[in-house]
T-cell receptor
Framework: AQSVSQHNHHVILSEAASLELGCNYS??????LFWYVQYPGQHLQLLLK??????LVKGIKGFEAEFIKSKFSFNLRKPSVQWSDTAEYFC??????????????FGKGTKLSVIP | DAGVTQSPTHLIKTRGQQVTLRCSPK?????VSWYQQALGQGPQFIFQ???????QRGNFPDRFSGHQFPNYSSELNVNALLLGDSALYLC?????????????FGAGTRLSVL
């Protein structure tokens, strides 16, 4: 069964610091990859997605992620975080089996706290 | 354009009772997925409905059942509630095309079982 690992449970950064959140998955086939964000009191929102092509994908609010197939990784990055980035971040994987890809498998999430 | 809407927002039940949660998908979406998010965990897939049928199911017991209506809205039913069923239940809608399944989530229903 596929699984997703997020290495950091809680990350604390000062404003303007750079961010990298790790995500690894355990499936050797073709995958679709996602990062979702959950701001305090809000619903899960799609931050960015990867299906194919350029392994460096850009999302909303200055976030980007790089798909490294050989490392089964899809790490999230942002050069300079803001206080408003305080949220919980979830990495998710969707198998692209060719017959249709249905369920999302999520990591446990990384809580990011940005100190002003 | 309304996003994914779920009702109710909060629910308190006692052990052994039954509960029904409701979801209306985003406009243009025909597929509804349900997830359970326990405290401190990522969402876990329960099942997905498409064309009024359960298309795929995660590792949840038969006490969890669902339904999809012709207007694509969906219900999640949980019978014989256990304390461990306390969680945030999320509905996600999508329109799957070309193998691409981008799911958009509602705000969830917070279920507390006492």
């Amino acid at each position: 069964a596929q699984s997703v690992s997020q290495h950091n449970h809680h990350v604390i950064l000062s404003e303007a610091a750079s961010l990298e959140l790790g995500c690894n998955y355990s499936y050797g086939g073709t995958v679709n990859l996602f990062w979702y964000v959950q701001y305090p009191g809000q619903h899960l929102q799609l931050l960015l997605k990867y299906f194919s092509g350029d392994p460096l994908v850009k999302g909303i609010k200055g976030f980007e992620a790089e798909f490294i197939k050989s490392k089964f990784s899809f790490n999230l990055r942002k050069p300079s975080v803001q206080w408003s980035d305080t949220a919980e971040y979830f990495c998710a994987v969707n198998l692209n089996s060719g017959a249709g890809s249905y369920q999302l498998t999520f990591g446990k999430g990384t809580k990011l706290s940005v100190i002003p | 354009d309304a996003g994914v809407t779920q009702s109710p927002t909060h629910l308190i039940k006692t052990r052994g009772q039954q509960v029904t949660l409701r979801c209306s998908p985003k406009s243009g979406h025909d597929t509804v997925s349900w997830y359970q998010q326990a405290l401190g965990q990522g969402p876990q897939f329960i099942f997905q409905y498409y064309e009024e049928e359960e298309r795929q199911r995660g590792n949840f017991p038969d006490r969890f059942s669902g339904h999809q209506f012709p207007n694509y809205s969906s219900e999640l039913n949980v019978n014989a509630l256990l304390l461990g069923d306390s969680a945030l239940y999320l509905c996600a809608s999508s329109h799957i095309a070309g193998g691409r399944n981008i799911q958009y989530f509602g705000a969830g229903t917070r279920l507390s079982v006492l």
